[in-house]
């Protein structure tokens, strides 16, 4: 692209959000030209299996692709791959790459979801500690496998969880290290923890609750252990480090537009400055799934969402953002669907017996189902969502009956 070339539409980041704006832009009929810059060299790709089949090798990378390199020619979307954004100037309307360019832009979609947050602690940096967020990550990582016979998770949510299950099966002897007293705690109920603690248990991993990484041990630059703060060593060749994101809105921010843990978005995506719109993990905004409450999901769901959100703002056909959160995680031969929001709630029922290995959690706030967690039970997932959409006030008793199907509640 020569310098100084405008776009009517930039968006900034190739990620699961960035490509779903550019097509639902262009499935709206935008005929104007689009340009997105991504910092990864790679087309836009699923990020999910990162952690899952492309980790297990199960999966290879050409099949992570979100649409192939003809369909973005094809729809005249300027894909321009290693192309990181620094700056924002918004009263000129342009973004400055790390390259030094500078393009300018009608509305701009800042769509940049996060970078891993890394330990401060000794160590964080050796040779053998990863983060799993992008290929290039996970590639890194895989690179490291056969010589590693021992691996440290530090983190117990879904990514840690998630590659956990996978170095299982590869065969790897496998630490969990959860600083909070149950894993996926910010996430999920105690029973759902409660359910995965000891399904990782029985799959031998070694999963410590209450586990403080006090610093990295190393031997030439290489980790060579977990050191916590009560003094033991978790001796490894490996580290994975899942413990969060950070979004990455440091330019916008220093741009003059509103945020903190995120850039703060209204219900069309609307930043606080002139036509730049914010979408997916990078994006806080209010939700009605989380009582109102400014948010950051960190999801597919999300992503994709809030991009068509965005296309319809810039397409002059806006409609509020409304949409239910929903997630997956597969872990084993487990497969966790999530609906709604669980947090805040006041009440938990139990569906189905966890010891067969399938069964639902279903939360209430107030007498009211706010979100649902499903274990192997695929039809209360898909029968629960209207629950969650309309905040249906249902006898915790009859949720209880894993005998009476959800989508019978729904008209109570
Ligand atoms: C290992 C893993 C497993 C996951 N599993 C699931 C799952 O099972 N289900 C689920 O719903 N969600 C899952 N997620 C979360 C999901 O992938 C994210 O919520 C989703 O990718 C968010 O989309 P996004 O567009 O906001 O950000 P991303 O997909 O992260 O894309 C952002 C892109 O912007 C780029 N970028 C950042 N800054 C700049 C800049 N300044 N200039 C240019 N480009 C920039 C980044 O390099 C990145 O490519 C998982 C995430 C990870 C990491």
Redesign the pocket.
Known sequence: MPAGQRRDVVI???????AAAAIALRQRKFAGSIAV????PDL?Y???P???EYLAGDKPFERLLIRPASFWAERGVAMLTG????AVDPAARTVTTADGEAIGYGALVW?????PRRLTCTGHDLIGVHA???RADVDRLAGELPATTRVCVVGGG??GL?AAAVLRKLGKAVTVLEAQTRVLARVAGAALSDFFHAEHRARGVDLRLGAIVECIEEADGHATGVRLADGEVITCETVIVGVGIVP?VS?LLLAGAEGGNGVVVDAHGRTSLPDVYA????AAHANRFAGGATIR???????SDMATTVARAIVGDPAPYDAVP?????QYDLKLQTVGLSTGHDAAVLRGDPAARSFSVVYLKAGRVVALDCVNAVRDYVQGRALVVGGAAVDPAALADAAVPLKDLARG
């Open positions: 900034v980041g190739a990620g699961h959000g960035g810059l991504g910092a990864e836009p699923e990020r999910p990162l952690s899952k192309r990181e954004v620094v769509a940049t979801g996060g970078s799993v967020r992008t879904y990514v998630e990455a330019p979408i997916g993990d990078c999901l960190e999801s597919v769901q999300n992503a929903w997630f997956w995680s597969n």
